[in-house]
């Protein structure tokens, strides 16, 4: 597969929506290109790989039991919780349906998890119904904390903080968990003197602070602009639990003393992670490279990355050289980003996008065309695939340029290569915006952008906002609004409701 013949082929998308922006129709079918799909043995492997083959859930377990394998429940168990990590709720949710339907005994744990996943598919109230159907012995800290952490993470203050004393009156707030939610619901809610408050909540019951809750701590005072607030807390961590100042703890006290422009206090934390960093830790240095490259520190950065390569000098890992190519393209040293780039491509163990993905996003800043589409080219090669999120980032440059062929032509080759993919909400926006200055606003452009993103699944609250943005931009009303969004079951926020009365009056 080659990248700039992909791009070039021109197809229906470019022909259509180019020639709307120019107000001229015209029509014609996209292709997709499905990606071979391969079976694995590993039950994970097949459950992992769903989004590509298709299928269900139910469908692989139960093929899978058909074979004559068997399924283990703590393999299920540790299979929703890797699901999780990746942000796969849907499939982590149904592999638990699937073992409610064989009878498979939930321990409270499982109870816990499963009320997450409801929350995050289904919404907090199906949440509360499935805490609610729980037989009392059920009821327990584990799964009255995740249906509490459901509250804080969704921002329910109200309901959140009647939980809360309800888990107060039944003796299950004994720990910083509960306090932590809190802390981050506050903090979400743009509330940080909250945090304090209930720091001094803590430790009149003689809670110990966890390393989080002084992260936290220091942050709050910092979102309010009080530094001094910010070394008192650093000041107590370092004399009463100094066991708790972990590389994460100084690398969010170095991000706080960058926001302040306090440059040398910040690169003391740096120096502080590089004393006190664990003989084996990589994110040390990760933390380290990342943190200089925000201090404007190009000598640091190559020194930590030199330090890190002597430290693993067999085993520097994929991770490492995607921190250090961010650096050096935040820094703007393009001639080391190449370096960098070309070092980890001769010698990586397993190809990994990102990489080249961050490599291509670089050198656009600059205006290095012809080098972000060479690493796009070469990655082709290598991979005989192309990943559509590499191709965003030229789209975004395309539009900046106002080159709105180009970007679609991306575009299209985008959506060819993988059926699943969507447009990041940065891309949207670019797209967008690019449809607000052509005449004060290109509305049917923008029509017609939507109903691409329709046929795609991705016509979500926020596009809807966008579009309104580009009808308020023209001048122009859209009658019929109103009843799109609800069709399409859009949740009305302030902002929406705000352009609504102005686009569509009632």
């Given amino acids: 597969m080659n990248y700039r013949r992909l791009v070039s082929s021109g197809s229906w998308l470019v022909r259509n929506l180019c020639t709307v922006a120019r107000n001229a129709a015209g029509k014609s079918k996209s292709a997709a290109v499905d990606a071979a799909s391969k079976r694995d043995n590993r039950l994970y492997v097949r459950l992992s790989r769903l989004p590509r083959t298709g299928g269900t859930v139910s469908e692989v ?43 498979v005994q939930y321990n409270h744990k ?72 809190l802390m981050s619901m506050f903090m979400k809610l743009g509330q940080p003197e909250k945090a304090p408050e209930l720091i001094d909540e803590m430790k009149r019951r003689n809670i110990p602070l966890s390393y989080f809750n002084y992260v936290v701590w220091m942050q709050s005072y910092a979102n309010m602009n009080d530094l001094e607030g910010v070394e008192r807390v650093r000041e107590e961590l370092a004399r009463d639990s100094p066991d708790k100042c972990t590389p994460t703890t100084y690398n969010n006290l170095a991000a706080i003393y960058v926001k302040f422009g306090e440059f040398e206090k910040a690169e003391e934390c740096l120096k502080k992670i590089e004393e006190d960093k664990r003989p084996r830790d990589r994110e040390a240095y990760h933390y380290l490279i990342s943190l ?18 002597q430290s693993f000098p067999t085993v520097t890992t994929n991770m490492s050289y995607l921190v250090m190519i ?82 679609l032509k991306h575009l299209e080759a985008a959506f060819s ?9 940065g891309t949207m926006v670019a797209f967008f915006d690019y449809f607000m200055k052509e005449g004060d606003g290109d509305v049917d452009a923008a029509e017609e952008f939507c109903k691409l993103l329709k ?3 991705c016509l979500d609250a926020n596009a809807y906002l966008l579009l309104l943005k580009t009808y308020a931009a023209a001048g122009k009303q859209a009658p019929d609004m109103r009843q799109r969004l609800e069709k399409d079951a859009i949740e009305l926020s302030q902002e929406l409701q705000d352009l609504l009365a102005n686009v569509c009056p009632e």
């Fill in 61 to 103: 377990l139960n093929g899978f039991i058909n074979e004559g394998r068997k399924v283990r429940k703590e393999e299920l168990t540790g299979i929703v919780k890797e699901l999780r990590k990746y942000h796969r709720y849907q499939h982590a949710l149904d592999i638990m349906d699937w073992m409610g339907m064989q009878n």
């Fill in 110 to 181: 499982d109870h816990a998890m499963r009320i997450d996943l409801i929350a995050k598919i289904k919404g907090i109230e199906e949440a509360e119904k499935y805490f609610n159907s729980l037989p009392p012995i059920a009821k327990t800290q584990s799964t009255y904390g995740s249906l509490f952490s459901c509250y804080c993470i969704d921002c329910k203050k109200d309901e959140a903080l009647a939980f809360f004393e309800k888990m107060d009156d039944l003796k299950l707030v004994n720990n910083d968990l509960p306090f932590s939610n």
């Fill in 292 to 309: 200089y490259a925000h201090t404007s520190n190009l000598a640091e950065v190559k020194r930590v990355w030199a330090s890190l390569k």
């Fill in 326 to 407: 961010q650096a050096l393209a935040k820094l703007k040293d393009f001639k080391g980003l190449k370096e960098c780039y070309e070092e980890w491509e001769s010698s990586c163990s397993s190809y990994d996008m990102r990489l080249a993905t961050s490599t291509v996003r670089g050198f656009l800043s600059a205006d290095m065309l012809e080098q972000a589409e060479g690493v796009l080219d070469d990655a082709m090669k290598k991979r005989r695939e192309i990943s559509s999120k590499a191709m965003e980032p030229f789209m975004v440059y395309f539009l900046n340029k106002c080159q709105f062929d180009l970007a």
């Fill in 417 to 425: 290569v993988d059926k699943t993919w969507q447009p990041t909400l």
């Fill in 455 to 457: 046929s795609r699944n």
